[in-house]
């Protein structure tokens, strides 16, 4: 069957996507260099310098907001310690430079080498954490950050350190308003554009599936834990850097603008200016600001007493917008704008290497007597079967038999209690399940688990991370473009053979059911596995998707491909399978053709639960 025909098969209206062909849009085009070139007059207009100052706070927040953005926006990791980093940046300036006379440029990177290391530390021992142990967790040392500043006595305790100079170079002072504007504009925007850079790369893709849990990104050889962690450090250089302009801005540092009260204020223009997308960040911080000064000086003329009334009117914002607006005013710019692709620039890339394919016939996968128990359950009891190259093999079994969990025990989701599992001759049991994946083992899940709002060609390239190697410094200096491209043409050719050559710049969260399997097929080929695990790829798929999903497998089939598949649409195992491997209760049932166990009494009786 022709590409063209399974795409039909897939959506009819496949066959004529114009309507799936990315437009151009301005603003996203322009709209950065329209901020840039604004950013860069407003300073030369005659604004009063009371505007400036507040634009330099505004870029000042804009940092450690942005490191919020990539944290907790992106990476799903909630941080209310953002401003314990701030402050090592401040401490670590004012201390140098007012006792020692060092530097201030100098001092900058002492503060992000110590913001770096305390970073690693921290994440090191609490991203391992998730639920709600992850933010509890940043609050208690965000809080232990804070009492430490307000107690050394080298640090002044809580009056801090006064007589902080501003920033000068070779005799030019910067000032506290429009010559600091540009140092403070400058760091905003080149932090900005790495940030963007970062996430539109091979990192940026590991990082976006972070939020989604660690399975499937594992399940692609992304080290989540490294990525979680470089991303926790990134933040707090950032919040660092920020820390430093605001001890030269200010001249003085104490604890209060490090505290928790201001983690959570960041947390709070992230989340307000859209905490999934960079530019929320400038949106975020400019708004909070803005609002929190207009409204000290209006609450307390309107109610006639003074006080901290602003306080209580952002508590009531906060719950307002978390209900009404939850993706943030730059989601809803977003939103409204064509959706941002990638043009085509990878027709003329290098093919991605491949890795030495098994011979026809060859045993692939080794299943030894595996194991495994839950307390007293033993929910796989001494299971073995074998697949080999160009060979579709089945693991059926009624409901609760064990067949998820014998899945999980080969692709390293769980780990055995006994029995073996060797990987074309070599023992995998006992491996993680990235260790595995980078053997050349690749699977789709049970329930489909995609970025979502990432389009669909970036989905599948996310498959193939382990081909690459660039890392998150090549992508901000844009020293990765060539592999890019080679790992973009691999999704592109991937998502042909499934027949979904065209919703290449299609969000995936908009694809139907039978497409997003077709999308964890490509994927798990992206990765050029020599065995392809697929957990009931057909589940929710209508009749002629589960007819263009069986066409796909049995061609990867032809092309050597050695196929493990678990499924109870029986049509479609009865199909496609070349042998079937029946549980039952965790033990091994039977195994044979399609016509075996079609024929089998013991099967039939299982399936419908009588006595065999
Ligand atoms: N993490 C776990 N802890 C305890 N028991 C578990 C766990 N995972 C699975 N089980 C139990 O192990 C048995 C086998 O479950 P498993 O999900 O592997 O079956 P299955 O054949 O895949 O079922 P289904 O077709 O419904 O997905 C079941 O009794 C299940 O309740």
């Given at each position: 069957?022709?590409?063209?025909?399974?795409e039909a098969l897939v959506n009819p209206s496949s066959l004529a996507p114009a309507g799936n062909a990315p437009r151009k849009s301005l603003l996203r085009t322009w709209g950065p260099l329209a901020l840039v070139?604004?950013?860069?007059?407003?300073?030369?207009?005659?604004?009063?310098?009371?505007?400036?100052?507040?634009?330099?706070?505004?870029?000042?927040y804009t940092l450690p907001v942005l490191g919020l953005v990539l944290l907790t926006g992106v990476g799903g990791l909630t941080s209310f310690g953002q401003a314990a980093f701030v402050g090592i940046g401040a401490y670590t300036t004012a201390y140098l430079s007012v006792n020692y006379g060092i530097s201030p440029w100098l001092t900058l990177f002492i503060g992000l080498v110590l913001t770096g290391v305390s970073a690693a530390l921290i994440g090191a021992l609490t991203l391992r954490m998730s639920g709600h142990y992850l933010p509890l967790a940043t609050i208690a040392w965000a809080l232990s950050l804070y009492y430490l500043m307000g107690n050394l006595d080298a640090l002044g305790k809580y009056d801090g350190i006064l007589g902080v100079k501003g920033l000068s170079l070779f005799g030019f002072e910067f000032g506290q308003q429009r010559a600091f504007y540009g140092v403070v504009w400058a760091f905003a925007i080149v932090a900005c554009?790495?940030?963007?850079?970062?996430?539109?790369?091979?990192?940026?893709?590991?990082?976006?599936?972070?939020?989604?849990?660690?399975?499937?990104?594992?399940?692609?050889?992304?080290?989540?834990?490294?990525?979680?962690?470089?991303?926790?450090?990134?933040?707090?250089?950032?919040?660092?850097?920020?820390?430093?302009?605001?001890?030269?801005?200010?001249?003085t540092v104490n604890p209060s603008p490090f505290g928790i009260k201001m983690g959570i204020e960041y947390l709070f223009m992230a989340v307000l200016g859209g905490s999934g997308h960079v530019w929320g960040a400038i949106a975020g911080s400019g708004v909070v600001k803005l609002l929190e000064d207009q409204l000290q000086v209006l609450l307390p003329k309107l109610i006639g007493t003074s006080g901290n009334y602003e306080l209580i009117v952002f508590g009531i914002m906060i719950v307002l917008v978390l209900k009404y607006l939850p993706d943030g005013l730059w989601n809803f710019i977003d939103q409204r704008l064509p959706r941002p692709f990638r043009a085509v620039d990878w027709q003329d890339a290098p093919a991605l290497p491949a890795r030495g394919k098994p011979a026809a016939g060859e045993v692939v996968l080794d299943v030894q007597a595996i194991r495994k128990t839950f307390g007293g359950l033993v929910a796989v009891n001494d299971i073995s079967f074998q697949t080999r190259a160009g060979q579709i093999v089945g693991l059926i079994g009624p409901n609760g038999a064990g067949k998820?969990?014998?899945?999980?025990?080969?692709?390293?989701?769980?780990?055995?209690?006994?029995?073996?599992?060797?990987?074309?001759?070599?023992?995998?049991?006992?491996?993680?399940?990235?260790?595995?994946?980078?053997?050349?083992?690749?699977?789709?899940?049970?329930?489909?688990?995609?970025?979502?709002?990432?389009?669909?060609?970036?989905?599948?390239?996310?498959?193939?991370?382990?081909?690459?190697?660039?890392?998150?410094v090549s992508a901000m200096l844009r020293l990765d473009r060539n592999e890019e491209r080679a790992l973009f043409k691999e999704a592109e050719r991937q998502l042909q053979r499934v027949g979904m050559g065209a919703y290449l710049h299609e969000t995936a969260g908009n694809l139907a059911m039978g497409q997003q399997r077709l999308l964890e097929i490509a994927r798990a080929l992206c990765a050029d596995?020599?065995?392809?695990?697929?957990?009931?790829?057909?589940?929710?798929?209508?009749?002629?998707?589960?007819?263009?999903?069986?066409q796909v497998l049995r061609t990867l089939r032809d092309e050597g491909m050695s196929i493990l598949l678990v499924e109870h649409d029986m049509g479609l195992v009865m199909d496609i399978c070349d042998h079937i491997v029946v549980m039952e209760f965790g033990t091994h049932l039977m195994e044979g053709s399609p016509a075996d166990v079609q024929r089998s009494d013991k099967v039939r009786a299982a399936y419908l639960g009588t006595e065999h």
């Amino acid at each position: 069957m022709k590409t063209t025909e399974m795409e039909a098969l897939v959506n009819p209206s496949s066959l004529a996507p114009a309507g799936n062909a990315p437009r151009k849009s301005l603003l996203r085009t322009w709209g950065p260099l329209a901020l840039v070139v604004v950013l860069i007059a407003l300073p030369l207009l005659p604004l009063p310098d009371f505007w400036i100052i507040q634009l330099n706070y505004i870029g000042i927040y804009t940092l450690p907001v942005l490191g919020l953005v990539l944290l907790t926006g992106v990476g799903g990791l909630t941080s209310f310690g953002q401003a314990a980093f701030v402050g090592i940046g401040a401490y670590t300036t004012a201390y140098l430079s007012v006792n020692y006379g060092i530097s201030p440029w100098l001092t900058l990177f002492i503060g992000l080498v110590l913001t770096g290391v305390s970073a690693a530390l921290i994440g090191a021992l609490t991203l391992r954490m998730s639920g709600h142990y992850l933010p509890l967790a940043t609050i208690a040392w965000a809080l232990s950050l804070y009492y430490l500043m307000g107690n050394l006595d080298a640090l002044g305790k809580y009056d801090g350190i006064l007589g902080v100079k501003g920033l000068s170079l070779f005799g030019f002072e910067f000032g506290q308003q429009r010559a600091f504007y540009g140092v403070v504009w400058a760091f905003a925007i080149v932090a900005c554009f790495a940030v963007i850079r970062l996430l539109d790369s091979r990192s940026g893709r590991a990082i976006r599936a972070l939020a989604g849990g660690s399975q499937m990104a594992e399940a692609m050889g992304v080290n989540t834990l490294r990525f979680k962690i470089g991303i926790f450090v990134l933040a707090a250089l950032l919040a660092s850097i920020s820390g430093w302009l605001f001890a030269h801005f200010q001249r003085t540092v104490n604890p209060s603008p490090f505290g928790i009260k201001m983690g959570i204020e960041y947390l709070f223009m992230a989340v307000l200016g859209g905490s999934g997308h960079v530019w929320g960040a400038i949106a975020g911080s400019g708004v909070v600001k803005l609002l929190e000064d207009q409204l000290q000086v209006l609450l307390p003329k309107l109610i006639g007493t003074s006080g901290n009334y602003e306080l209580i009117v952002f508590g009531i914002m906060i719950v307002l917008v978390l209900k009404y607006l939850p993706d943030g005013l730059w989601n809803f710019i977003d939103q409204r704008l064509p959706r941002p692709f990638r043009a085509v620039d990878w027709q003329d890339a290098p093919a991605l290497p491949a890795r030495g394919k098994p011979a026809a016939g060859e045993v692939v996968l080794d299943v030894q007597a595996i194991r495994k128990t839950f307390g007293g359950l033993v929910a796989v009891n001494d299971i073995s079967f074998q697949t080999r190259a160009g060979q579709i093999v089945g693991l059926i079994g009624p409901n609760g038999a064990g067949k998820s969990t014998t899945f999980n025990l080969v692709t390293g989701v769980l780990s055995l209690s006994g029995g073996a599992v060797q990987f074309r001759g070599q023992p995998i049991g006992g491996l993680s399940a990235r260790q595995i994946a980078e053997r050349g083992v690749s699977r789709t899940f049970q329930h489909v688990k995609m970025v979502a709002d990432m389009t669909v060609l970036e989905n599948v390239a996310l498959g193939a991370h382990l081909r690459g190697g660039k890392g998150a410094v090549s992508a901000m200096l844009r020293l990765d473009r060539n592999e890019e491209r080679a790992l973009f043409k691999e999704a592109e050719r991937q998502l042909q053979r499934v027949g979904m050559g065209a919703y290449l710049h299609e969000t995936a969260g908009n694809l139907a059911m039978g497409q997003q399997r077709l999308l964890e097929i490509a994927r798990a080929l992206c990765a050029d596995p020599a065995l392809l695990l697929l957990d009931e790829p057909a589940a929710g798929l209508r009749h002629k998707e589960k007819e263009a999903l069986g066409q796909v497998l049995r061609t990867l089939r032809d092309e050597g491909m050695s196929i493990l598949l678990v499924e109870h649409d029986m049509g479609l195992v009865m199909d496609i399978c070349d042998h079937i491997v029946v549980m039952e209760f965790g033990t091994h049932l039977m195994e044979g053709s399609p016509a075996d166990v079609q024929r089998s009494d013991k099967v039939r009786a299982a399936y419908l639960g009588t006595e065999h």
